[in-house]
């Protein structure tokens, strides 16, 4: 039996690594695609999710809502500095290519309410549509079936400031009405330490991607590209894989090895600790409202990762960008 599910997205690098494993992975069954400002700037995001589907050969398969261009209370802070444009400098024909005229916050009211109980979804941005959701329609919080959330950190380094992981930091005020607004079952994928322990590749990993040499592992290394980059300047040996791998984690729940309940809490207030997540283990008196992934199959998720990259696709449209 398939898993239903939205993806909210603000597509750049992982994020379309996200969205290959969402389109490929035969246990998915990918309803929709919600867009969120957060990596880059919005309409580039769009054009990346549009790209990624195009590398699938799913072009124009599944629906793509446009959501909140804005967080909900401070400006917008992107993420260009560390991925780019999101998509490694590619580009194609966008002609006939289009969005709903729903927004994304209505989409994900409306699927939710039409299978209560039944359709999850994986949050890998900021969580600005989801907690608008939950603000316009309390009935929301009721019909998702599992809300697994790519963010912050397990009072842990940050990777945007030295207390925040970025999705937090960008809108915390999103996070903090998504963790008190009463979601049954909360699965977080955190970045540190998680992330920086079991999903980062590295250079001989990527390597061993390129041999599969199909338009995906091509499509994946120019896309990370960028990133890899970054994350190797700044002491990171390798490309860092939190988005995916929180698919990963709804699709494949044994590759979260250890995981336990927690209190999440998300501050807003501070400007030193602005998104700064303090996650409770359960010595502090406060109740649980989340599931914290503790570790992570690092193996078994490079191995899930590389056998969708190894498909071969037939991209509906040439690419321009590639590196002949």
């Known amino acids: 039996m398939t898993v239903p599910f939205i993806l909210d997205t603000d597509t750049a690098q992982d994020d379309c690594v996200a969205l290959i ?20 700037g919005f309409d580039k995001q769009v054009r990346n999710a549009h790209m990624t589907l195009n590398a699938c050969g799913r072009l124009g398969t599944v629906p793509i809502h446009l959501g909140c261009r804005q967080p909900m209370v401070v400006p917008w802070v992107s993420a260009e500095n560390v991925h780019g444009d ?11 290519t289009g969005t709903q005229d729903e927004h994304a916050v209505d989409a994900l009211i409306r ?4 299978a209560p109980g039944e359709l999850s979804i994986v949050a890998i941005g900021p969580l600005t549509n989801i907690a608008m959701a939950a603000v316009k329609d309390p ?3 009721g019909n998702v079936k599992r809300l697994v959330i790519m963010g912050g950190s397990n009072n842990g380094r940050g990777n945007i400031t030295a207390a925040a992981e970025f999705n937090f930091y960008v809108d915390p005020h999103a996070a903090k009405v998504v963790f008190e607004a ?13 992330t920086l322990q079991d999903a980062v590749f590295s250079r001989e990993q990527l390597a061993g991607i390129e041999q599969l040499g199909t338009p995906l592992s091509r499509f994946f290394l120019t896309v990370c590209g960028p990133t890899l980059a970054f994350d190797e300047s700044v002491g990171i040996p390798g490309t860092t894989h939190p988005d995916s791998l929180s698919v990963g984690v709804l699709l494949h729940p044994e590759l979260a090895v250890t995981s336990a309940p927690y209190h999440v809490a998300v501050e807003t207030d501070s400007e030193l600790t602005r998104g700064y997540s303090a996650m409770s283990w359960g010595v502090h008196g406060l109740e649980p409202n989340a599931t914290v ?8 998720f490079h191995k899930w990762i590389s056998g969708f990259l190894a498909t071969r696709t037939e991209p509906n449209r040439p690419f321009e960008g590639w590196d002949d």
């Open 293 to 300: 992934v503790e570790h992570a199959d690092g193996p078994a």
């Open 139 to 141: 009935a929301f919080v």
């Open 182 to 194: 009463g979601f049954a079952d909360i699965v977080v994928v955190p970045w540190a330490p998680l």
């Open 86 to 96: 999101g998509s490694g400098g590619l580009d194609m024909d966008f002609t006939g």
């Open 111 to 114: 699927l939710t309410a039409e």
């Open 21 to 40: 494993a969402g389109l490929l992975d035969p246990e998915a069954d990918l309803r929709a695609i919600t867009m969120v400002a957060g990596n880059v």
